[in-house]
């Protein structure tokens, strides 16, 4: 799930902030399930990069990404309230 809102934010379809609410709102709704974090598949989800990049496009990297983007903008908002 992580990896499709990486690619919802990277083509400014949603913004990190509502990337980062969709997401804690859909691990608060699976919380009782009884299934490991962190599962899901290495496979193709962004198929515009898997041409020239393979292994740009998969579900793994682009969950990094997430996390990554959303870390940035939590951090860049947290600065500029500061100041």
Do not use: W
């Amino acid at each position: 799930m992580q990896g499709f809102l990486a690619l919802a934010i990277q083509n400014s379809k949603i913004s990190s902030l509502e990337a980062m609410k969709f997401s804690t709102r859909f691990m608060r709704k699976g919380k009782h399930h009884n299934v490991l974090r962190g599962v899901g598949g290495d496979f193709t989800i962004d198929f515009g990069t898997a041409i020239t990049k393979p292994d740009h496009a998969s579900a793994s990297v682009l969950a990094q990404q997430f996390k990554e983007l959303t870390l940035l903008d939590e951090y860049i908002e947290t600065e500029y309230i500061c100041f």
